[in-house]
């Protein structure tokens, strides 16, 4: 039991409506579960303890089908109590299947489409048991039933007549495994057994994999052998920590010069050439690319807009940025000489996944951006870059937002130099500048007081306001974003240009207005137009909050507060302007009393469309 709430409690970033457990005791199952986050099913089971056990399951619940309440809560028993089943994803024929059941006599106690998964498999196990019961039944009822569901999921299942073993499967939802000496382990993510174990392997598409203390087996759905990967899980569980600080955002955020660094690390050669060899797509084939497209959902999708300034400045290339759920609904023009580059923390987000494999139907060339080893998208796409951010547990994402940006940045790099965009020289010079980025964060981090004071007053605010323009229009966005997740007020971002066009209706005595200004420096700086817009809505009220380059006295006399970051190229700037805005949405959070790591209705990984 242990074992399964320690990994719960490092999973619950992924869901934390409802917690729950399910052992195997003697010849029966014995489980507990509560609606809330995880806190609430270790007071359960303090008051009400399980026996001791040696095989078990537990879940984590983000409400999908039904409300987040005890009845709903994973697992869900079926089989006359002797079968346990947990689900992640969404089953999209459950209510034919539950017609079914319920003409077969069955009963249901919740609203969940996963207890209908259970009754389907405690069927399915009750018929294979009539012809003779043996150590594969469970796996084969898990067979028998995955050939009937239709949607995405992750199963894992108990037996009280396999008392060790758990079987599990997999369509379009995240699911690894852990090899221990004498114990295996299953989870969502890694970080769920990495006390235990960093040896692990990933599971293909439509494959059933049974556990027990000594053995791993891999079936497909139709119950033919197959095989997964293993990898060696290059961070520890001390990664997964706070590390001293209050929330794991606030870490999240002193994480992000290591962050960056990580992932420039290794990327070029001594002679400043950028070597990507993981792409492994044909350096002739990128050199055709007419098109880029760009699919993420989210703080991943303003990356990608960012993305976009830089790789058509640097290699003349039209780029689009799409949300992934909107991208395969519109018919998109997409052919052999287009590149996709998906962007996604966890390589789990079903939105973005569906996009990619569309894409790839198109012919399409598919490139994932992402931060976790072996996740689906990467493993779906035709190449990967990884951000090597470490482990991201917050919801509401911070380093990995840099990384991302940092990685799509090599990306556009690394294609003008194959193209020849660009001379030697000035890759070298951007690279250069790109290494100078971390120290350049540090210092923001190191004077976060002053954002941090100014947030603290500001936590009654009912709105507030981001301007940008340029690469400080997706800053912009992605601050009030922050807000939104983490404060639960009204926040927007506006492209600064925009404001005489509607958004200055907004503005009143009093309405806070964080302007990201532009550097005064460079041809074409839009610094000018950008402290006009201050002028313009500080004559109308509005408390004005600025994030300027260092040595930028012309914002002073306009700007009720100025916080100053180091000195960067243009392009570069969002890697150092996006820091105050994290910091400042967690402090005001923070001073709400909120949870700025599992913010309400949010999940970290979105795995269903």
């Known amino acids: 039991m242990d074992v399964v709430l320690e990994g719960l409690r490092r999973l619950e970033y992924r869901g934390y409506d409802s917690a729950g457990i399910a052992v195997v005791a003697g010849e029966s199952i014995q489980s507990r579960k509560k609606s809330g986050k995880l806190a609430n099913l270790v007071n359960e089971l303090a008051a009400r303890p399980l026996p001791d056990a040696l095989t078990g399951i537990g879940h984590t619940r983000w409400a999908t089908h039904g409300g987040p309440t005890d009845v709903n809560a994973h697992p869900h028993l079926a089989d006359g109590g ?47 048991a009539a012809k003779g019961a043996d150590e594969n039944t469970l796996t084969n009822a898990m067979s028998d039933a995955c050939q009937q569901l239709e949607g995405a999921f992750t199963l894992l299942a108990i037996h009280a007549e396999n008392p060790n073993t758990v079987v599990a499967a997999r369509r379009n939802s995240p699911l690894v495994v852990g090899l221990g000496d004498g114990e295996n382990f299953l989870g969502s993510d890694v970080s769920g057994f990495i006390d235990y174990t960093r040896r692990a392997v990933e599971l293909g598409q439509d494959q059933i994999v049974t556990i027990t203390p000594d053995n791993v087996e891999i079936i497909d759905f139709a119950g033919n052998p197959a095989a997964g990967k293993e990898y060696l899980v290059d961070w520890d569980a001390a990664a997964a920590e706070k590390d001293g600080f209050p929330s794991f ?18 990327r070029s050669d001594i002679n400043g050439r950028l070597t990507l060899d993981e792409l492994r797509i044909d350096p002739e084939r990128l050199k055709s690319v007419n098109k880029i497209m760009v699919l993420a959902c989210g703080t991943s999708a303003y990356a990608g807009q960012v993305a976009k300034y830089a790789i058509e400045r640097w290699c003349r290339i039209p780029t689009e940025v799409e949300l992934s759920h909107e991208f395969r609904y519109r018919d998109p023009i997409v052919d052999a000489n287009t590149l996709v580059v998906s962007i996604s923390q966890s390589g789990e987000t079903m939105d973005t996944l569906m996009a990619v494999r569309y894409a790839r139907e198109q012919g399409a060339i598919t490139l994932a951006v992402c931060n976790t080893n072996g996740s689906t998208i990467p493993r779906e796409s035709d190449a990967v870059l990884y951000t090597h951010a470490g482990p991201e547990i917050a919801v509401a994402s911070t380093k990995a937002f840099l990384a991302q940006i940092t990685a799509t940045y090599l990306l556009g790099l690394y294609l ?98 964080v302007v990201v200004v532009p550097s005064p420096r460079g041809r074409d700086s839009l610094h000018a137009k950008v402290v006009s817009n201050i002028q313009e809505i500080r004559a109308r009220g509005a408390n004005t909050i600025v994030i300027a380059e260092e040595g930028d006295e012309a914002v002073r006399a306009y700007a009720e507060h100025v916080f100053y970051i180091p000195e960067s190229p243009v392009l570069l700037a969002p890697l150092l302007t996006t820091v105050p805005l994290q910091i400042f949405a967690c402090e005001l959070a923070t001073s709400k009393g909120y949870d700025v790591d599992q913010p309400r209705n949010l999940a970290k990984s979105v795995t269903v469309e």
Not at 253 to 264: E, F, G, K, M, N
Not at 425 to 434: M, P, Q, R
């Open 416 to 513: 003008a130099q194959l193209r020849g965009n660009m001379f030697h020289g000035e890759i070298k010079d951007v690279l250069a500048d790109l290494g100078k980025i971390p120290a350049k964060i540090a210092k923001i981090l190191a004077n976060a007081e002053q954002i941090k004071e100014l947030a603290r007053s500001m936590a009654d605010a009912k709105s507030v306001l981001f301007l940008g323009r340029h690469v400080g229009f997706p800053v912009a966005m992605e601050g009030a974003l922050k807000l939104k997740e983490l404060a639960y007020i009204h926040a927007e971002g506006f492209a600064a240009g925009e404001l005489k066009h509607g958004p200055i209706a907004l503005i009143e005595e009093g309405q806070p207005v």
């Open 249 to 266: 955002m606030e870490k999240e955020i002193h994480d992000q010069p290591d962050a960056v660094a990580a992932t420039l690390l290794g």
């Open 82 to 128: 002797k079968l346990a089943v947990i689900h992640n994803g969404i089953i999209e024929n459950f209510a034919e299947l539950k017609a079914a059941l319920l003409a077969k006599g069955h009963t249901f106690t919740s609203e969940t489409d996963t207890e209908v998964a259970a009754v389907l498999m405690g069927d399915f196990y009750r018929a294979r």
